[in-house]
Structures are given as structure tokens and as C-alpha cells.
């Protein structure tokens, strides 16, 4: 009898194990189908295999450093726009760090086939081709990869990471909202953009607010890597997805959460700073000294080990 009462308690363990691993299974398959579908929506190709600058293409499974060139846009429609925020990201799994370099929309550039003018001007001639171009030409690296990304629609992003923790040095208000000094967090998309567009309180100007841009970024790169996003990567790549364009494919955003995380240990802000204002046939450039560029092309070649 006793035996009767095991092999039935054991029998409905069985069938209520099977039917949870079928439930989470199922579960398990329509989340990736939907993160598939939101990764591919924001996946786009450019005219090119790989980089002129290596001759053969990165592997992300391989775990080899590579480099990013995000471009920060506000599109509007009938006008391509210009892209505002231009950052340059190297990431070394090998050294666990990231290098993160700010290039100020006004620099005075070569922009090939256009001749000198100002680099934010290469996205409106040439959309992200020319942008990358661009900046490969500038720094003599290649671009492995690039992330398009509408700031108007980035407060989504930054909500489905759960907000962003920064290290704040400048004390001011913005749209109602007080930011202290200090490490505060960020909790909302609204806060978050806020931070990163005040631009007239900053006595560094345009510099200030690069740097609070490349903090958010850090925010969400830090957020999105983090083991517990993992419970809401769904959500993470579907604002993703609304609002960013990119050539990283879905595994490589999956083997970068798992297999370049280390990296997030050292993270490096710089801006290209050393260079000044002038006036060129009545316009405004930015200009940077060669010396400043040349000692950027070699840090970037060290830390992509070229």
C-alpha cells in the first residue's frame, strides 16, 4: 500500500515536472523569438564586408578587441540631420578595459571625397558609411562596428535598463530636476536625458555635455552587461531595437554580455579636448593639432593590439 502511494506521488512528480519544463520552455522559445525579432529589426548592413583597415574580419567568439563608432542623431523628417555625438569605443577583453573618446561635432576634418569641413557634416553627405570613413581616415584604425542612435528616443533604453548610476561633478537643475554631486542614480529616461542635454550651465560648454553623454553610455553599457538585466533583456533589446541601428548581429550582443563583461572594469572617458577655436572663411571649425591625432591613432592601435 505504501509502495502504491510512492510510485503515485513519484508519477505525479514526474508529469508536474514535465509540464513546468514544457511551460518554461515554451516561454523560453517566444522570448528569444521576440528578442530575435527586435535584434533584427534594429540590425542594418553596410556597403562593406569588413574594415579596409584589417585585413581579415574581427571575431567576436574569439574574443578579440574591436572598436565601435557610435553616432548620436536627431533625425527630423525630410532632413537626414547631423550626427551631434560622435564616440569612439575600443574594447580589449584581453587588457578588461574600454577606451571611450569623444569627437566634437565642429572638428575640423578631412571628410573623403568632401574635402575639409566639419566631421559632423560626413554623416549628412554620406549617412554612416562616410561617418565611419571618416573617422577610420581621421585615426588610421578600422571601425569594426557602429551603433546609430536616436538620442530623442534613447530615454526608452535607458527605462528598460532600470536607470543608470553616474559620478556627477557639477551641481545644476534642468527641466525641473536638481542633479547633486557625487554618484547618483538615475532612475528614469527622463532624468538620464535631462543630464546628458544640459549644455548652457556647463562653463565647459559642448565638452561638459560630451562627457555626460559618455557617463550615460557607460550607464547603460554597465546596466545591460549586468547578470540581473538578464531577467529583462526582452525589454532591453526591444527599446533597443526602436532606436538604435547597428551592425553587431543578435550572438554577438549575446556573446558580449557573457564573454566581454570584464572589460567593464576599467573604463576610460576622454574627449579630444587639445584643440581650439577658429574662424575659417567665416565659419566656425574646430581645430585639432596633428600631434593630438597621431598620439590618439597610437593609443587606439594599442588597445585594439594592431
Known amino acids: 500500500m505504501k509502495k502504491q502511494k510512492n510510485r503515485r506521488l513519484l508519477k505525479i512528480l514526474v508529469i508536474m515536472g514535465v509540464i513546468m519544463l514544457s511551460v518554461v520552455g515554451a516561454y523560453m522559445f517566444m522570448m528569444y523569438q521576440s528578442i530575435d525579432a527586435a535584434a533584427n529589426n534594429m540590425y542594418v548592413e553596410i556597403d562593406r564586408e569588413f574594415s579596409?583597415?584589417?585585413?581579415?574580419?574581427?571575431?567576436?567568439?574569439?574574443?578579440?578587441?574591436?572598436?565601435?563608432?557610435?553616432?548620436?542623431?536627431?533625425?527630423?523628417?525630410?532632413?537626414?540631420?547631423?550626427?551631434?555625438?560622435?564616440?569612439?569605443?575600443?574594447?580589449?577583453?584581453?587588457?578588461?578595459?574600454?577606451?571611450?573618446?569623444?569627437?566634437p561635432r565642429d572638428t575640423y576634418v578631412n571628410i573623403p571625397g568632401r574635402g575639409m569641413d566639419k566631421i559632423n557634416h560626413a554623416y549628412a553627405f554620406g549617412d554612416i558609411e562616410l561617418s565611419i570613413e571618416t573617422v577610420e581616415d581621421m585615426f588610421d584604425i578600422p571601425i569594426d562596428y557602429f551603433a546609430k542612435v536616436n538620442m530623442e528616443g534613447f530615454e526608452e533604453v535607458v527605462d528598460a535598463v532600470g536607470g543608470?548610476?553616474?559620478?556627477?561633478?557639477?551641481?545644476?537643475?534642468?527641466?525641473?530636476?536638481?542633479?547633486?554631486?557625487?554618484?547618483?542614480?538615475l532612475e528614469t529616461g527622463e532624468?538620464?536625458?535631462?543630464?546628458?542635454?544640459?549644455?548652457y550651465e556647463d562653463p565647459r560648454g559642448d565638452f561638459g555635455r560630451q562627457e555626460r553623454q559618455r557617463k550615460i553610455v557607460q550607464g547603460i553599457i554597465k546596466e545591460a552587461a549586468a547578470v540581473?538585466?538578464?531577467w529583462?533583456?526582452?525589454?532591453?533589446?526591444?527599446?533597443?531595437?526602436?532606436?538604435?541601428?547597428?551592425?553587431?548581429?543578435?550572438?554577438?550582443?549575446?556573446?558580449?554580455?557573457r564573454d566581454y563583461r570584464p572589460a567593464l572594469n576599467t573604463i576610460e572617458n576622454s574627449s579630444l579636448d587639445s584643440g581650439s577655436g577658429e574662424y575659417i572663411n567665416d565659419i566656425y571649425y574646430?581645430?585639432?593639432p596633428e600631434a593630438s591625432i597621431v598620439e590618439w591613432s597610437e593609443r587606439f592601435k594599442t588597445h585594439l593590439e594592431l
Request: hydrophobic share 40%; aromatic share 8%.
Open 232 to 257: 529583462n533583456f526582452d525589454d532591453i533589446i526591444s527599446a533597443l531595437g526602436s532606436n538604435l541601428q547597428t551592425n553587431f548581429e543578435f550572438t554577438n550582443l549575446i556573446d558580449f554580455q
Open 286 to 288: 574646430y581645430v585639432v
Open 164 to 185: 543608470v548610476t553616474i559620478q556627477n561633478d557639477l551641481v545644476f537643475e534642468y527641466s525641473g530636476i536638481t542633479y547633486p554631486a557625487g554618484e547618483i542614480r
Open 52 to 103: 579596409p583597415k584589417r585585413q581579415v574580419q574581427i571575431s567576436i567568439e574569439e574574443k578579440q578587441p574591436f572598436s565601435v563608432l557610435v553616432l548620436g542623431v536627431d533625425e527630423r523628417s525630410g532632413d537626414r540631420g547631423r550626427s551631434d555625438t560622435m564616440i569612439v569605443i575600443t574594447v580589449n577583453p584581453n587588457l578588461e578595459s574600454i577606451q571611450m573618446l569623444s569627437i
Open 191 to 199: 532624468e538620464a536625458m535631462g543630464y546628458a542635454r544640459m549644455r
Open 228 to 230: 540581473e538585466s538578464l
